[in-house]
């Protein structure tokens, strides 16, 4: 069968047929994890291009198959072209692939690729059972950085309890950096760290340091994929040269959870660019949606008559009343009267009193953000993570004192829409009338299902 490409076939036979058939396998295999392959829809041409192309590639990877099942010599011949048919097959959503691939195992149960495919293919199916005891197989054989990383990407998804699903992602953790150890050069490795530094923020750990983490690790592994280090060549012996869309699109939806929306545009953007498929022009158009919004309030003031807004703010009262703070920490920080008295970043051993005028957001998406004013009517934004929704209930608007402590200022840009924020990190930075509501903490929250991750095939 010919490909159809100039030279194919004299390349693939300088390579020889087994890496000619690993290399077809592989093109197969991408080809059903873009969608190509299957149910590919009929046109009154005959299929669409994609499916052509998969036809193709299916055409080609069957004939490097029985080029390579031809020169096969030996069991370990027979275990691997048994593993590249069954890869074929699955690649093809065909149901003969898992009894080829147990009986590779069978034939030699040392052959990391076999456990991989089979392992993938148990995923693929559903059964996390099945595939974290083929990862773990394969781990008791060689130290295989493909096993890694699917096994770290696997803990994350089970856990019947909360403890259970902590300690998974702790575990997960512990693979992925020995994963990176293994190739700190495999873009794919960073990746997945910076994955699993993010779920372990949000579902575990709420610490900061591993949100920069996860930043750290996407940074890295941009670097590489766009030529950071030599041409890498993964497990399988194969270039992995193409753009990881998700890094993009993950990496956007932190920088939009920090409400560092600029960053978070442009990433968003060149996640789309790599895969038209992915909501990033939904998450663009919400994020100038709601900046547009909150700097239209914040200029507008909450859109208050001038005598309303005299009441609040006559509310805080005078710049020498103070009330007691029920914390010695915030009792002791010194006391400002404006937003023009702090400084641009976190204003260290400082306080502010404010009053909430309205809700900024009504996403539901943390954080928690509202329209503030100090005592001069200055308005900006205020943003409090790890605090739940429902203290908006508890804060009568304009009628309660609320004290900021040492409060983040960031000026909040995108493209000519711009307004004063102050980020809070912890809600024990933030008081209602003195008193902290404790029974509001709520750790953050992100929809980690968006955060693509299957096991690179």
Same mark, same amino acid.
């Given at each position: 069968?010919?490909?159809?490409?100039?030279?194919?076939?004299?390349?693939?036979?300088?390579?020889?047929?087994?890496?000619?058939?690993?290399?077809?396998?592989?093109?197969?295999?991408?080809?059903?994890?873009?969608?190509?392959?299957?149910?590919?829809?009929?046109?009154?041409?005959?299929?669409?291009?994609?499916?052509?192309?998969?036809?193709?590639?299916?055409?080609?990877?069957?004939?490097?198959?029985?080029?390579?099942?031809?020169?096969?010599?030996?069991?370990?011949?027979?275990?691997?072209?048994?593993?590249?048919?069954?890869?074929?097959?699955?690649?093809?959503?065909?149901?003969?692939?898992?009894?080829?691939?147990?009986?590779?195992?069978?034939?030699?149960?040392?052959?990391?690729?076999?456990?991989?495919?089979?392992?993938?293919?148990?995923?693929?199916?559903?059964?996390?059972?099945?595939?974290?005891?083929?990862?773990?197989?394969?781990?008791?054989?060689?130290?295989?950085?493909?096993?890694?990383?699917?096994?770290?990407?696997?803990?994350?998804?089970?856990?019947?309890?909360?403890?259970?699903?902590?300690?998974?992602?702790?575990?997960?953790?512990?693979?992925?950096?020995?994963?990176?150890?293994?190739?700190?050069?495999?873009?794919?490795?960073?990746?997945?760290?910076?994955?699993?530094?993010?779920?372990?923020?949000?579902?575990?750990?709420?610490?900061?340091?591993?949100?920069? /983490? #996860?930043? &750290?690790? +996407?940074?890295?592994?941009? =670097? *590489?994929?766009?030529?950071?280090?030599? !041409? %890498?060549?993964?497990?399988?012996?194969?270039?992995?040269?193409?753009?990881?869309?998700?890094?993009?699109?993950?990496?956007?939806?932190?920088?939009?959870?920090?409400?560092?929306?600029? /960053? #978070?545009? &442009?990433? +968003?953007?060149?996640?789309? =660019? *790599?895969?038209?498929?992915?909501?990033? !022009? %939904?998450?663009?158009?919400?994020?100038?949606?709601?900046?547009?919004?909150?700097?239209?309030?914040?200029?507008?003031?909450?859109?208050?008559?001038?005598?309303?807004?005299?009441?609040?703010?006559?509310?805080?009262?005078?710049?020498?009343?103070?009330?007691?703070?029920?914390?010695?920490?915030? !009792?002791?920080?010194?006391?400002?009267?404006?937003?023009?008295?702090?400084?641009?970043?976190?204003?260290?051993?400082?306080?502010?009193?404010?009053?909430?005028?309205?809700?900024?957001?009504?996403?539901?998406?943390?954080?928690?953000?509202?329209?503030?004013?100090?005592?001069?009517?200055?308005?900006?934004?205020?943003?409090?993570?790890?605090?739940?929704?429902?203290?908006?209930?508890?804060?009568?608007?304009?009628?309660?004192?609320?004290?900021?402590?040492?409060?983040?200022?960031?000026?909040?840009?995108?493209?000519?829409?711009?307004?004063?924020?102050?980020?809070?990190?912890?809600?024990?930075?933030?008081?209602?009338?003195?008193?902290?509501?404790?029974?509001?903490?709520?750790?953050?929250?992100?929809?980690?299902?968006?955060?693509?991750?299957?096991?690179?095939?």
């Amino acid at each position: 069968a010919r490909s159809g490409r100039p030279g194919v076939g004299r390349a693939r036979a300088a390579m020889g047929p087994g890496a000619a058939v690993e290399r077809a396998v592989r093109r197969m295999e991408r080809l059903a994890a873009s969608g190509a392959v299957g149910d590919a829809p009929e046109g009154p041409g005959g299929p669409g291009r994609a499916a052509g192309i998969a036809q193709a590639a299916q055409r080609d990877g069957w004939a490097a198959l029985e080029a390579a099942r031809e020169a096969a010599q030996g069991r370990r011949g027979a275990v691997q072209v048994l593993g590249w048919e069954a890869r074929l097959r699955a690649a093809a959503k065909d149901p003969g692939a898992e009894e080829l691939l147990c009986r590779a195992a069978k034939l030699d149960p040392t052959d990391a690729r076999v456990w991989n495919s089979l392992g993938e293919l148990h995923w693929a199916n559903g059964d996390l059972t099945a595939a974290h005891h083929c990862f773990t197989s394969c781990l008791e054989f060689s130290r295989d950085i493909r096993a890694m990383r699917s096994l770290s990407m696997l803990l994350r998804k089970v856990g019947a309890t909360p403890q259970e699903r902590a300690a998974n992602t702790k575990e997960s953790l512990r693979v992925a950096k020995a994963a990176v150890a293994l190739d700190c050069n495999s873009h794919e490795s960073w990746y997945l760290l910076g994955n699993t530094y993010l779920s372990l923020f949000f579902a575990v750990s709420h610490d900061p340091t591993h949100l920069e /983490a #996860a930043l &750290k690790a +996407y940074r890295r592994s941009e =670097a *590489l994929e766009r030529g950071g280090c030599p !041409a %890498q060549v993964d497990g399988d012996g194969d270039s992995d040269g193409e753009r990881n869309p998700d890094l993009y699109f993950n990496r956007g939806k932190v920088f939009e959870f920090l409400e560092e929306y600029a /960053a #978070a545009v &442009k990433d +968003y953007e060149q996640a789309g =660019a *790599l895969d038209p498929r992915l909501p990033s !022009a %939904q998450r663009i158009e919400s994020i100038f949606r709601r900046v547009g919004n909150a700097a239209g309030l914040v200029q507008r003031k909450g859109h208050l008559k001038s005598k309303r807004l005299a009441a609040i703010t006559k509310s805080l009262g005078r710049p020498e009343d103070d009330l007691p703070i029920a914390s010695p920490t915030a !009792a002791s920080a010194r006391r400002v009267s404006t937003l023009a008295d702090l400084s641009l970043g976190k204003n260290t051993q400082v306080r502010l009193d404010v009053a909430i005028l309205l809700p900024l957001a009504s996403s539901g998406d943390p954080p928690l953000s509202f329209l503030a004013v100090d005592r001069t009517g200055t308005a900006f934004g205020v943003s409090v993570y790890h605090l739940d929704a429902a203290v908006l209930a508890k804060c009568r608007s304009g009628r309660d004192r609320i004290t900021l402590v040492e409060p983040l200022l960031r000026e909040v840009r995108l493209g000519a829409i711009s307004y004063p924020l102050l980020q809070l990190q912890q809600p024990t930075q933030f008081f209602v009338n003195g008193e902290l509501l404790s029974s509001s903490f709520a750790h953050a929250a992100l929809d980690l299902t968006s955060f693509s991750e299957q096991p690179k095939q």
